[in-house]
């Protein structure tokens, strides 16, 4: 194997057959078309499969660390660790697919729609506001309330709902 110590530069491509061992940094050039770590492009076969990590500048000093591995919506960056972390903001774009817990410690937005199946539980003081809020989509779904009510329940039109019905009477 390749084993460097101190420092080596390479202004070309350079191909290690073998393990490369460094004692010290490994320091790709920044920018976002051709410095960073790129893979080979298309290793099974086919076209278009690429993969790389670029460290650049979007915009004054505004930089990012791309991690892309790109091309069929099946191609995708596997993190094999017990926990991820992000400190500060996470954006996700795209449908995102979780196979165990997902923990938020802060305020979490979320602009677009939100899709959950299976048992939700909250935690806590739950507000909606705005809109409608609509329950159940059959007359087979139940409501069930173990909490006293604490509030009026006041209609929106007077005198057009009724509480029950004549098969199902409260």
């Given at each position: 194997g390749?084993?460097?110590?101190?420092?080596a530069?390479?202004?070309g491509?350079a191909t290690?057959?073998?393990?490369?061992?460094f004692?010290?940094v490994?320091?790709?050039s920044?920018?976002?078309?051709?410095?960073g770590?790129?893979?080979?492009t298309?290793?099974?076969?086919?076209?278009?499969?690429?993969?790389?990590?670029?460290y650049y500048?979007?915009?004054?000093?505004?930089t990012?660390l791309e991690?892309?591995n790109q091309?069929d919506?099946d191609d995708?960056?596997?993190?094999?660790?017990?926990?991820v972390?992000?400190?500060?903001?996470l954006?996700v774009?795209g449908?995102?697919?979780?196979?165990?817990?997902l923990?938020v410690?802060?305020?979490?937005s979320?602009?677009?729609?939100?899709?959950v199946g299976g048992?939700?539980e909250f935690?806590?003081?739950?507000t909606f506001?705005?809109?409608?809020?609509?329950?159940g989509?059959?007359?087979?779904d139940?409501?069930?309330?173990?909490a006293d009510v604490n509030?009026?329940?006041?209609?929106?039109?007077?005198?057009t709902?009724?509480?029950g019905?004549?098969?199902?009477?409260?």
């Open positions: 390749l084993y460097v110590n101190d420092t530069d390479f202004d491509l290690f057959n073998a393990q490369a061992t004692n010290s490994i320091q790709p920044v920018g976002n078309m051709t410095a770590i790129i893979w080979p298309d290793p099974g076969g086919g076209s278009g499969d690429v993969a790389y990590i670029k500048v979007e915009s004054g000093e505004n990012r991690i892309s091309n919506n995708d960056i596997y993190l094999n660790t017990a926990e972390n992000v400190s500060n903001r954006n774009t449908v995102t697919s979780l196979s165990s817990n923990t410690g802060a305020a979490t979320i602009t677009g729609n939100l899709y048992q939700s935690v806590g003081v739950v506001r705005g809109g409608t809020i609509n329950l989509d059959s007359n087979t139940n409501l069930v309330l173990t509030s009026d329940i006041i209609p929106n039109t007077t005198s709902f009724n509480l019905s004549s098969a199902q009477r409260w």
